[in-house]
Structure formats: C-alpha cells, structure tokens
C-alpha cells in the first residue's frame, strides 16, 4: 500500500486520466467527434423547448448516454487490437456486442426524443 495516491490527489490524477480519454475519443475517433456535434446541438435544442425539467433531462441525458456508450466501444476495440491482429471469433463478437450497445443507445435516444417531442408538439398545437 505505500506509495498508493488517496484524497484529493487521487482524485485529481483521475481527473487527469479521464480527460486524457476524452481527448483520446476526439483525436481517434470519428463516431465520438460526430456525436459530440449531434450532442452539442441536441442540447442547445432541449434547452430552447418549452419542456419539464424531466423531459429536457430525459432529452439530454439520452444523447450523451450514446457518447458514454460509444467511449465505451472505442475502448473495446482499442483492447482487442491491442491483443492481435489476427481474426478470431471472440475478437469480432467483442467488436460487435460493442457496437450493438452503440446503436441500441442510438435507437433509445431516437425514442426518447420522437416521444419528448410529439408530447410538445400535441400540447403545443
């Protein structure tokens, strides 16, 4: 245990590391850098409607859910490189349970929002 980082350093040395991570996305990842601009957009519109506090939070929190998800995939893929080049079965079934995370995180934030949305359109109208 000696040597071990505890309290506030800790806290900031993982501060550190995560944003080393976000900057990781950014640099190699072209679906993170798409989704951030999606994200960005789709939280200046939740924030112009006329909705609850509940509706802009469902509305927000399912479009940065993709980007949690999608950092989540890109680190999958990065350890499955790491280990090999090769093509093997488990390899390809990691990189596509990735993936498959990806698009049912998209698919949510879809539902969410065409919900959200045709609730403020109808009390709107």
Known sequence: ????????????????????GLRAAWRHEAAFRQETVVTIVAIVIAGCLDVDAVSRILLIGSVV????IEIINSAIEAVVDRLGTE???????????????????????????????????????
């Open 1 to 20: 245990m000696a040597g071990r980082t505890t309290g506030w350093r800790r806290l900031v040395k993982a501060t550190g590391y995560s944003w080393q």
């Open 65 to 68: 859910l993709i980007m949690i």
């Open 87 to 125: 093509i093997h079965p488990l390899s390809g079934r990691a990189k596509d349970l990735g993936s498959a995370a990806v698009l049912l995180a998209i698919l949510l934030a879809v539902f969410v929002w065409v919900t959200v949305l045709w609730q403020w359109w109808s009390l709107a109208g």
